[in-house]
């Protein structure tokens, strides 16, 4: 091979581990922003239950409010673990993970403000990080719309469905309270869209006077 031949491969080496650090940057930048984001929403929400258990007026029992405020935080602890322990695993069941996630979720979030989870999860199985980024985005949805989507209701419901349909993995958020006024934006939106174009998914979204209901939609491997 000529100089110039190696020289030109050399180059496309060299742009090629560029390109590959520049994409783990990219990424170690999306899994930063998003454990602060989930933490300062971990925060607001246990800093709700603290004003809620805490300042009724007339209540006596402080021993058992505590102990709620304890509960809350071992529900907050096992939902993290659930979020950062499947990097380690090559592949895992869509159906056994997604239902834990389901059951964290309705333990450190949606029971302590009243709201009922239903989950629907078909079986199936899918690499680890795929699962991880998944259910990053399953739980951004489902606080989103605990925080927001129910400021008045006694029959609040969030249900969740993990689908496999025409070469595709579709995961499902739906409630039914008030329904989004406007386009999703903010901090925890960015973060969403830029978890769905790691695993080249893409997000939809409707609301109606019914509530809000968001898809992410996977594609499966060839």
Known sequence: MSAIGL????HFVRSQHIASLDDQSRDWELVLRESHH???NTLTLLGASVR??????GTRDMSG????????IVAFGRLYQLLSDSDSLTAVSVEAFFENLCEALSEAVLEP???RCEAAI????LPASQCHRLALMLTELVTNAAKHAFPNRNDALIRIEMANRDGAWLCTVADNGIGATGPLQGTGTRILEGLA???DARLQGEANQGGTRVTIVMPTAA
Not at 7 to 10: A, V
Not at 65 to 72: I, N, P, S
Not at 122 to 125: I, Q, V
Request: proline content about 3%.
């Open 7 to 10: 020289e030109t491969s050399d």
């Open 38 to 40: 989930r933490m300062k």
């Open 197 to 199: 174009r790691s695993i």
């Open 122 to 125: 078909e079986s199936g199985a």
């Open 113 to 115: 403000a009243g709201i």
């Open 65 to 72: 409010a505590v102990d709620r405020f304890e509960q809350r």
């Open 52 to 57: 809620r258990d805490f300042s009724r007026p």
